[in-house]
C-alpha cells in the first residue's frame, strides 16, 4: 500500500488507457482459461463434499446442501490411508534426497571433469528415455526377488535413487557456474569433492529444488511399480490405497474423490512453496539439447 | 624436499577413476534397473515365451516380422502418430501463448501460473477419474450438461471413435501445459531486455518483436520442450488406460498400450519386447530427425 | 536338590532347544503361515478379512495372510509374474481362463487331490457344491480349482418406479423392450430417463447370446460359435433398444450413478454390484432384482473366480491351504459370505441353511439371483478366452456404434478367435 502511495501520479497515469485495457484483457484471458484448467478440481472437491443424496442427481448440483466432511472420514477408514500416508512421505523423502545426492555427482562428473567415455554414457543415459517404463517391469521385479527385496522398502526406493532427468539437469545447471570459481578454487588446493559441496551446491539452490520437486512428485504419484512389488498393506504408498476404490462393480465417487482430494493435497502444497525457485532453476538451466 | 609432480597420464588416469566415482552411485542404479532390463529385454524379443512356461524357444527376428504384419500394431502405430502430432502441435503453441502472457509484470502473474501447473503435479490416475466422469457420454455427464446450456447436443466423447483421440489430447494438454509453460517462461526470462529495446528504438511493433527477437532467441528451448514432448508423446499409455480401455474400436490403441496387452494380458512377452524395441526404434528415428532438420535453426548464441 | 554336571548339561540342552523351537519358525512344530492373494477391495475387502480371521481362530497351527493385489486384471499380473520369479503365494483366487495357463505351466495343483486326500471331502460333500461350479473348475475331467466367489448376471431395476406405473420386472425380451419404452421419459424434446442402457461390453452380448439359445464355442471347442444367427439376433436387439426404440442409451461407465440419479430404470451387473447400487442410491428407492429377460431359453453368465493352491508351496502348506479352503468353500462360510457380499453360496445346503432361509424371507429380492442358478452357464475355461473377450468387445463396440452390422461384425470376430483357437495345442 504504502509504495503504491508513494507513486508520482504521472507514473500511474503513463501508460494510458489503451495499456489498462490491454492488462485487463490479458487478465480476463488468463482467468477464463485458469477456471477451464481449475474446473476437474472444483468437481472433485465438490463432490468429495456432497452428501451421499446428493452426489448423482439430475440436473447436476454445482454446491452440496451443507458440507459431508463424513465422506473423509469414511474415505480414511476405507484403507489404511495413514499408513499409506507414512510410507508415501518416508519413500518420497529417501528417494529424493537420493535422486539429489547421485544426480548433483553424476551431473558434475559430466559437466566439470574430463574423463574417458564421457559422451558414450551420455548418451545411453539418456537413450534410456526412450523405452517405455513398462519394458523394465518385469526384469525388474525378478531382480527384486532374487535379491529377497520383495515387499520391502528396498525394492521402493532403491531402483529410483538416481534419475536420467536429474542428471542432465544438474549438468546443465553447472555448466552455468563460472569456470574462475573453479579455477580459483583449485589453486587453493580444493578437490573436485570439495568444490562440489563447499561451492557448486551451495550456488545451486534452484537446480535442487527443482530436481527435488520433480522427483518427488514422481515418486508420490508412483503406482504401478509401488502395487507389483509389494503385498501387504504396511508396506503400500497413497496411490495404491486410491487404487482400492476402483474394481470391477462399481463406482464411489464420494470416497473416491475424498480420497483424490487429500492425497493431492500435499503434492498442491508443496509446489506452491516451492513454485518460486522451481522456475529459477528451469530458467537457469538454460536448457539446450 | 619437493613433492614429485605426478606425471601427466597419472594425472589423467586420477582425473578419469575420480570421475568415475562420482558416477557409480548413478551407474550402479541405472545399469541394474534401467539399463539391464532393456537388454534382457532385447534377448526375450528373440523368443517366444509366455513368462510362466519353462520352455522359450528361440524364435530369431519372428516377432519382429509378426509386429509389422500386425494389423493390430499396425493401428496402435497410426494412433501414436496422430497423438503425437497433433497433442504436441497444439501443446507447443498454446504454451507460448499463456507464458507470452504470464511473461507481463502485472499483478497475480504467479498465482495464475502456479494455477496452469497444478494439473501436471497431480496424479493421472487420480485426474482421468474425474475426467472420465466429465466425459461421460449423453446428456448426463457434466461436459454436456455444459454444452445443453449453450444449446450444443451432448455429445459421446470416449464413446465416439471419432472424438475418443481428441478427448485424450485434451486431456494430455491439461496436464501437461503447466509444464511447458513453466519451461517456456524460464526461456523467456532469459533472453536479456537488451534486444527488445534495441528493437522498440527500430520501432518494431509487438507482432515484429516476438517474430524477430522472441521466437529466435526462444528457440532452445522450443527445441527442447519439442524433442522431450515428442518422446514423452510417443510413449503415451496412462490416459488410454484409465480413459478409454484402448477403445473403442481400437481407436485409442497406442504402442504402449499394445505392449501392455501383449505382455501383461495375453503374456506373450517375446512379442511385447519385440513392439518395445520397435517403439524405442521410432523414438530413435524420429529424435534424430529433429536434430537432422531442426539444430541448425536453433540460436543458441544469445 | 543336588544338580549333577551332566544333569545341568541336560538342563541346558532343554533349555536352548526350547528357544530354538519358539524362534525357529515352521518346521520346529510353529504355525505354517500362508498367504491368500485376492483381489476384493471396498466392501469385499472386510469380509474376507473376517473369513480369514475366523479361521486362524479356529486353527492354531496356521496362519493365513489375506493379501489384496488390486483388481482382478493387476491380480492376474502379480500372480503371473511371481510365477516367473518364483515366488507365488500359497493360494490365489484366480479366474478359469488363468487357470487353464497356469495348468499348462504346471504352476498350481489340482484340488482333486486334496478333495480325495485323507482331509478330503466325502461324494456327499463334493455333490453339495452346485455343479455347474465344479464344472468350471474342472479342466480334462479333473478338477483344479475350488469354486469360491461366484456371482451371476441378474437385472437390476428401480422398484418404486415400477410400482409407480404398475410394472412387472421383464421375464422376455419383448417385456424389456415393452416396459423400457413405459419407462423412457421426454421432456422438452430431452430425454431425461431411459428405461435401459447399454454397456458395448462382451457380457452383455454374450447374455443375448446364451439366452436366445446361443452357444459360445461349436460342438469340440475348435471354433467359436458366437457369430450364430442367434448371436446376431442378440446384438441387434441391443441395437435396436438404442437406435430403433430409443429406449435405451449406451455406456462406457458402470450404470449404478446413473441409476441412483434417476436417468436409467434397469441394467445388468453382477450381485456384489449390489452393494455398489445401494450405496449410490443411498435409500433414495428400492432396488428391485430380476434374473436376465430371455427370448429363446432361460439363462444366465456365470462370473467371478475360484481358488486355487500353487505349486510351489511347501507340502506342508498345500494341506494348510486345503484346509483353508474347506473351511471357506464349507456350508457355514459360504452361507455367511453369500450375506456379507450378495456372491452366490457355492452350496445347496447352504442355500437351503434356516439362516439363508431367513436371509431371504427378509430380503427376498435375492431370490432372482439364487434362482438363475440353475440356468447359469459358464464361458469356455481356456486360457485364449481372455483375448477371445477383447475380440468380441471390440466387435460389440463396431456394432452398437454402427461401424458395422452386427453379423459382420460377429463374423469378422469370429474369424480373429478361431485362429487363436486353431493355435491353441
Known sequence: MARTLTLPATQIRAPGRRVALKNTLVHLVLLASVVVVLLPYYLMISTSLKPIQEIFTDPFKWLPSRLAWENYVDAWNHAPFGRYFLNSTFISVTETLGVLVTSALAGYAFSRMRFWGREVFFVIFLGTLMVPGEVQLVPNYITIVRLGWLNTYYALIIPWLASVFGIFFMRQFFATIPQELQDAATMDGASHWTFLWRVVVPLSKPAFITVGLLSFLGSWNALTWPLIVTNTPEMRPIMVGLLSFSNEWGTQPRLLMAAATFSVAPILVLFFILQRYFIQGIARAGIKF | MIPRVPSRRVRRLLENLEAYAFLLPAIVVLGVFHLFPIVFAFFISLLKWNMIDPVRPYVGLANYVQALQDDKFRTALGNTTYYAFVSVGLAIPLALFFAVLLNRKLRGMSWYRTAFFIPHVTSLAAAAMVWHWLYNPDQFGLLNYLLDKVGIPPQRWLLDPLQAMPAIIAVSIWSSLGRDIVIFLAGLQSISQDYYEAAQIDGANNWQLFRHVTWPLLSPTTYFILIISMIGAFKIFALPLFLTGGGPISKTLTIVYSIYQQGFQYFRMGYASAQAYTLFAIIFLITMLQRRVLAHRVHYDI | ?425
Open chain 3, 1 to 425: 536338590m543336588q544338580v549333577g554336571r551332566r544333569g545341568f548339561l541336560r538342563i541346558a540342552a532343554a533349555v536352548l532347544l526350547l528357544t530354538a523351537s519358539l524362534i525357529l519358525p515352521a518346521g520346529a512344530g510353529g504355525p505354517v503361515t500362508i498367504t491368500f492373494w485376492h483381489g476384493m477391495s471396498g466392501v469385499l475387502n472386510p469380509a474376507i478379512d473376517e473369513l480369514t480371521n475366523d479361521f486362524n481362530k479356529l486353527n492354531p497351527g496356521i496362519v493365513v495372510n489375506a493379501q489384496y493385489q488390486g483388481t482382478y486384471g493387476t491380480l492376474n499380473q502379480k500372480l503371473v509374474a511371481a510365477v516367473a520369479a518364483g515366488s507365488p503365494p500359497t493360494i490365489t483366487q484366480l479366474f478359469p481362463n488363468w487357470a487353464d495357463q497356469l495348468i499348462q505351466a504346471k504352476a498350481i495343483v489340482p484340488m482333486e487331490n486334496f478333495i480325495k486326500g485323507p482331509d478330503g471331502l466325502s461324494a456327499e460333500e463334493l455333490s453339495d457344491i452346485f455343479p455347474i461350479l465344479r464344472q468350471e473348475s474342472t479342466f480334462n475331467g479333473v478338477m483344479w480349482t475350488m469354486p469360491f466367489n461366484k456371482s451371476l448376471y441378474i437385472l437390476f431395476y428401480n422398484e418404486d418406479l415400477f410400482k409407480q406405473n404398475n410394472l412387472k420386472p421383464p421375464a422376455t425380451w419383448d417385456d424389456l423392450l415393452n416396459v423400457s419404452k413405459a419407462l423412457t421419459k421426454e421432456e422438452g424434446g430431452r430425454t431425461t430417463r431411459y428405461g435401459f442402457v447399454v454397456r458395448p461390453t462382451t457380457d452383455y452380448f454374450l447374455l443375448m447370446l446364451i439366452t436366445n439359445g446361443g452357444d459360445f464355442l461349436k460342438p469340440g471347442g475348435k471354433e467359436v460359435a458366437f457369430n450364430s444367427p442367434a448371436g446376431v439376433e442378440g446384438l441387434q436387439f441391443l441395437i435396436d433398444l438404442v437406435q430403433k426404440h430409443k429406449v435405451a442409451y449406451v455406456l462406457n461407465a458402470f450404470a449404478d450413478a446413473d441409476f441412483a440419479a434417476g436417468k436409467v430404470a434397469m441394467y445388468l451387473v453382477t450381485n456384489p454390484g449390489l452393494a455398489f447400487a445401494r450405496a449410490a442410491v443411498a435409500g433414495r428407492f428400492e432396488i428391485g432384482i430380476a434374473p436376465i429377460p430371455y427370448k429363446k431359453s432361460r439363462a444366465t453368465l456365470l462370473s467371478g473366480t475360484d481358488v486355487a493352491i500353487m505349486a510351489k508351496a511347501v507340502p506342508e502348506q498345500q494341506v494348510a491351504a486345503w484346509k483353508f479352503i474347506k473351511f471357506v468353500t464349507g456350508t457355514t462360510a459360504t452361507t455367511r459370505w453369500f450375506m456379507k457380499t450378495f456372491y452366490m453360496p457355492v452350496r445347496r445346503s447352504a442355500r437351503d441353511s434356516t439362516l439363508a432361509r431367513v436371509y431371504l424371507q427378509q430380503n427376498p429380492e435375492h431370490r432372482a439371483g439364487l434362482d438363475s442358478l440353475a440356468v447359469a452357464r459358464t464361458a469356455p475355461n481356456i486360457a485364449e478366452w481372455q483375448e477371445i473377450r477383447d475380440i468380441i468387445q471390440e466387435a460389440v463396440e463396431e456394432a452398437v456404434l454402427g461401424k458395422k452390422t452386427a453379423k459382420q461384425a460377429l463374423d469378422d470376430a469370429a474369424v480373429k478367435a478361431n485362429k487363436l483357437l486353431s493355435q491353441r495345442k
